[in-house]
């Protein structure tokens, strides 16, 4: 019997493409702490042309704003969590985050640069920086 269990997971192995496997692996997950009306890290460094999935979790007992338009001009996007995100004309305007929400953005930077964003909710004086390499 263990010979058969070993024959299925090597054809599930050749039935599967490389490329399945190991995008994964190329992945790159950063995750945004919030709390005390603060992003923790302030400043993070992604990687232009890594797919990245891109986490902020809201710790405070308030809703938080992740207002970041430039970074997603001209890129596929997907938003996942409980964020609930905000559109216009021009793309992404923010994403909305519950008290103790997780908002996920999943996209590939194009290009190295230097992007600010920000919380936009009234009285909060929130600001951090995402530098692409």
Known sequence: MNGAFRL?????????PAAALSGDLDA???????????????RIVLHAGRKTALQFRNHD?????????????GVNFSVGGNG???????????VIIP?????????????AKTFSYWCDMPG????AVIVVE
């Open 99 to 111: 008290a103790d929400g997780l908002a996920e953005i999943q996209f590939t930077p194009a290009s």
């Open 28 to 42: 790159e997950t950063i995750t945004v702490e919030i709390h005390g009306r603060a992003f923790i890290p302030n």
């Open 8 to 16: 299925i997971g090597l054809a599930w192995l050749l039935a599967v």
């Open 61 to 73: 007992t308030e809703l938080h704003a992740v207002v970041a338009k430039e970074l997603f001009l």
């Open 124 to 127: 909060h004086d929130m600001r």
């Open 84 to 94: 609930a995100p905000e559109f216009g004309p021009d793309g992404l305007i923010r």
